[in-house]
């Protein structure tokens, strides 16, 4: 499994710290999406970006920030202001946009302790 | 923005049966709609799309159905066999959007 590469794949976080999650990808996309996956929700967006050095807040930014350096790396760090934080991350990116496919790294669940 | 609905939230079927997931959508800007297939502790993996300017499309026992005038999409699993099952979700996305809109999944179980 190549293409976009989440770490770690399990972490925990005890109360009023942040942590970062890391994403990469070498598929030469331009587009890196992150969303938030909790059970009977579906996935939530939370933040993405179209090109390097700019980013959009999703639907549940809030708590949550990212950075685009690079076009390959997308980090979302969990901040202590997100009241709710333990859930399974998903990172994807996709080669133009939202008119072609989605491709999605293997998640982190975030537990908090 | 979008709103995409995904029913029913939970399908079990006998192995060899068909299966049916439905999805609606409010925007009729709309034209992407991709299915992701997720497998228990595994990441989303596309099994099928289709764009607005076609109807149906097939991939051996997988096929999706579009009905641009009410809006809705639909996935078919025929001859259900037990590695179908998993979460499936459907998404929609504009050409002048941002971000793909996911519904909010459904569990399929295929029973040996």
């Known amino acids: 499994d190549g293409g976009i590469t989440q770490s770690p794949k399990y972490l925990f976080r005890k109360e009023g710290q942040n942590v970062t999650l890391s994403c990469e990808q070498n598929?030469?996309?331009?587009?890196m999406y992150w969303y938030r996956q909790d059970p009977g929700q579906g996935l939530r967006l939370i933040y993405y970006?179209?090109?390097?050095?700019?980013?959009q807040k999703g639907d549940i930014a809030e708590g949550y920030s990212v950075s685009r350096e690079k076009k390959e790396s997308f980090p979302l760090t969990v901040t202590s202001a997100q009241k709710n934080p333990t859930a399974f991350y998903l990172c994807a990116s996709s080669r133009d946009r939202v008119r072609t496919e989605a491709f999605f790294g293997q998640g982190t669940r975030l537990t908090v302790v | 923005g979008e709103n995409v609905e995904q029913h029913p939230s939970t399908l079990s079927v006998q192995e060899g049966d068909s299966a049916v997931i439905k999805c609606t959508y409010s925007d009729s800007a709309s034209n992407y709609f991709p299915w992701y297939k997720q497998e228990l502790g595994k990441r989303p993996q596309l099994i099928i799309d289709?764009?607005?300017?076609?109807g149906e499309k097939k991939d051996q026992r997988i096929a999706v159905t579009l009905n641009k005038t009410a809006k809705h999409f639909s996935l078919h699993i025929t001859e259900t066999q037990p590695e179908d099952s998993a979460v499936y979700f459907c998404?929609?996305?504009?050409?002048?959007?941002?971000?793909?809109?996911f519904g909010t999944g459904t569990s399929l179980t295929v029973i040996p």
């Open positions: 998404a929609a996305s504009k050409p002048t959007g941002n971000q793909f809109y």
């Open positions: 598929l030469n996309h331009d587009a």
């Open positions: 289709i764009r607005s300017n076609v």
């Open positions: 970006s179209q090109i390097v050095n700019d980013f």
